[in-house]
Each structure stands twice: as C-alpha cells, then as structure tokens.
C-alpha cells in the first residue's frame, strides 16, 4: 500500500524469469543487444535467430560487452497499450517496461533508485510508497505521469517503469488541429465545400502529428528500458551485499550509467 492510498501491482504480474534454455526470435536477440550496446555506448552489433541466453552472453564477450547488462536486458519485456493512440498515431498513449531479477533484492537505501528514476527519465519526482517488500517513485505533470515501481518476487525483485501520456495525445492532436486551422484559413483550402472541409479536420491532423508521435514513442521506450537497467543493476548489487553491508568478493558495484 503506498502513502496515497492505492496498491502497489502484485508482483505475479511481472515478467516470468528468463531460463537459461529458453531461445530467443531474432527480433528477441535484435533488441536485447541493442539495449545492452545503447546501456555501453555502442551500436551496430550483428544478431542471429534462435540462441538462448547462454549463446547470448559469448557473443556478447565476443563482441565487447559486459555480460551481466546483456543478462538484465534478457529479462525485460516492454508492453503498450492505448488503442485509440496506436490506431490514429501508430503508437500507443501508454507504455510499460518490466524485468523480473532473480537473486535480488530492495535495497536499504533507496535513493539510488530515486534517483536513478530522475536521471533515466529527466524529471523531478517524488518516493510515494516505501517498505521491506515494495517501492514506488512517481512524477505528475499537467499532461501525463512516470512511475517507477519494484515489489519483491521470490529471491528475486519485479521492476515496472511505466508511462501514461493521454494528455501528450490530446495535445498533439489539439496542435495539429489548430494549425491545419490556421493553414486552411491562409489558402484556398479554407473555400472547399462543406463536407471535404470536415474531412480534412478530422484526417490532417492525425496525419501530420504521426511521425512526431511515432519518435516520440521510440524515445520513451530507450529510456524506460535504460531506466529498468538501470534499476536492475541496483537490486542486483543489493542482492550480492552481505548482511552486513559487505560486498561479495570479485562483485564490484555497477553505478547506474556507467
């Protein structure tokens, strides 16, 4: 339960943990590497259809990676939703990141995840819910809201980052609204008959804000993906501390980002 009232999602909803022998498409293997090179810097790796995760993890020694974030972003699954937006723009007004860690677990301190979510999602938010077996971050804005939520899953940790932007949609439609206004005002556009005038307000709009919509839906993923990366890398490293504080030997932490 967090502090406004409302419950954390059960974590049996999170994403099933990735076994080592499952195979992944090629589309699977295609976004997998390019998580990890984007976490790294890189670009440009070669994919192939039908590996699993061990086959992953050597192509990535082989190529220069680090195998662990190649690990975590085997583990995320990224999900939209939003009909009326896909239909019209092509993507979706909602979109949700998820990874279930294994052998992880909350840190104690949770301010790198706080913060983490700041860095990753380029805004100031507030810790909403906080306990032994949950967390969630949260920031509102006039057009939509970012959450970042992690329940405990097992030995492992469920992380969801989440985005709701119902109110982007209504303002990108509203923006090409008025400006096919203004233009059909300014040129010959504006003496159509009655009903092809009607038509046009209703299809230009749509048409002109779906490549703006479409990029900006691309951008929100790589970041709610970097961020579940990110977070990852918290849990993990929380998940390999001692009892007491300590880490285990040849387990150095991995500060988010770097």
């Known amino acids: 339960m967090t502090q406004d009232g409302s419950r954390l999602p059960a974590a049996s909803g999170g994403t099933p943990s990735r076994s080592p ?8 293997v295609s976004d997998i590497l390019r998580r ?3 976490a790294e810097g890189r670009s440009g790796l070669p994919t192939a259809p039908d590996l699993t995760l061990d086959d992953l993890l050597v192509a990535a020694r082989e190529a220069g990676l680090d195998p662990a974030v190649v690990r975590r972003s085997s583990a995320i699954e990224t999900r939209e939703r939003g009909g009326v937006a896909s239909v019209l723009f092509g ?3 909602r979109r949700e990141v998820r990874a279930v860690m294994p052998r992880s677990r909350l840190p104690d301190d949770r301010r790198d995840l706080a913060a983490a979510a700041e860095r ?11 306990g032994p077996d949950h967390f969630r971050w949260q920031e509102d804005h006039i057009a939509g809201r970012t959450r970042l939520d992690l329940t405990r899953e097992g030995e492992g940790t469920a992380i969801r980052a989440s985005a709701d932007r119902a109110g982007h949609y209504l303002g990108a439609w ?5 400006g096919w206004a203004l233009l059909s005002a300014l040129t010959p556009v504006g003496s159509l008959a009655l009903l ?3 038509l046009s307000y209703l299809v230009v709009p749509v048409v002109a804000a779906r490549p703006w919509w479409r990029r900006r839906d691309r951008d929100l993923k790589k970041r709610l993906e970097q961020l579940t990366l990110d977070v990852a890398g918290i849990v993990e490293d929380a998940g390999d501390a001692q009892p007491d504080g300590r880490r285990e030997p040849g387990r150095p932490r991995e500060l988010p980002g770097a």
Do not use: N
């Open 196 to 198: 092809p005038k009607i």
């Open 120 to 130: 990753g999602l380029g805004r100031e938010g507030e810790v909403v819910g906080s």
């Open 36 to 38: 990890a090179a984007e």
């Open 91 to 93: 993507a979706p007004d």
């Open 21 to 28: 022998a499952r195979r992944f498409t090629e589309g699977e």
């Open 174 to 178: 509203f923006l090409g609204l008025a």
